[in-house]
């Protein structure tokens, strides 16, 4: 399920900022960016998330500002210093420049100079961090719920649709039967002409084929998975994997209702109840 959430928390010199963004996948996954700082964090914030969410890649920016500086204290930052070294060095090869680096021309340049920073407290940095990714996922949760309402609201009349399904396929189940037993007496009668009452003969064979093509326990069987559908979309909590394992249900009677048919009528019917299935199957999916 998609949805977006932030949480702001500072305290003791810290500021933290998590953002989390929450994509559809079946199962799932977090991609966390940290601070190299924090880098320790790394499992726990995943843990974390993972304590909410059970299904979809989650995406963790974490950003976080230290105020704590040792006053008036100043440091050489050596890396950016000769990198601007090197530069002066090839447009001077480049350009044949004669005039020589300058220590006030370093000095001028950005980021030369950074503040020593106090030694930070990662114990009391992680009490923030955790409180902000606490107010992130309660905001991401209310916003990936508004969406599960939106989907359940969407699947509600495919279930009905498909109940409707059943009980056309039902209808014509017996009727099928029916119509087998007259074409049945009739091609009988036509080829056993010399007999009397070859009603013996229709009746066991239109009870053969009765048996064999019985769907009542499919249909009765796709009642009650309808029902727990229903049900399930109306709980609070992970639900997507209960969901998957009725439609693969679904599925399974309605190919087997499918085998059994011998009417045009319900064969167009199952096709109806599968295509139903099929857009479930991938509405599912977003669901956790």
Not at 34 to 43: I, K, M, V
Not at 142 to 160: F, N, S, T, V
Not at 237 to 259: C, D, H, M, W, Y
């Amino acid at each position: 399920m998609t949805g977006y959430g932030q949480g702001d928390k500072a305290e003791n010199g810290s500021r933290v900022v998590i953002e989390l963004s929450s994509l559809n996948n079946r199962f799932f996954e977090t991609q966390i960016k940290l601070p190299r700082t924090l880098y320790s964090l790394e499992t726990k914030i995943k843990e974390q998330v993972n304590s909410r969410i059970k299904r979809g890649k989650v995406i963790c920016t974490v950003s976080w500002k230290s105020d704590v500086v040792a006053a008036g204290q100043l440091k050489l930052n050596e890396s950016v210093a000769e990198m601007y070294v090197k530069v002066f060095k090839q447009l001077q090869d480049k350009f044949s420049l004669s005039k020589d680096i300058s220590l006030s021309d370093l000095m001028n340049l950005e980021d030369i100079l950074e503040p020593i920073e106090e030694k930070d407290d990662l114990e009391a940095i992680a009490k923030v961090v955790e409180g902000a990714v606490d107010l992130a996922l309660d905001s991401l949760m209310e916003m990936r719920g508004q969406e599960g309402e939106r989907l359940a609201a969407d699947m509600r009349p495919r279930i009905a649709k498909i109940g409707e399904s059943v009980q056309q396929v039902r209808s014509m189940s017996s009727e099928a039967v029916d119509l087998y037993r007259a074409k049945l007496e009739a091609r009988i009668k036509e080829l056993l002409s010399e007999l009397a009452d070859p009603g013996e003969r229709v009746a066991v064979e239109a009870a053969i084929v009765a048996e064999k093509c019985d769907v009542t326990e499919e249909c009765v069987r796709i009642d009650s998975h309808l029902q727990q559908f229903l049900d399930t979309l109306n709980e609070s909590g992970p639900v997507g994997k209960r969901l998957n394992f009725l439609l693969q249900e679904l599925n399974r009677e309605a190919n087997t209702i499918g085998s059994k048919s011998i009417s045009t009528g319900i064969s167009k019917e199952v096709i109806l109840l599968k295509e139903e299935i099929e857009k479930l199957r991938e509405q599912v999916q977003n669901i956790e």
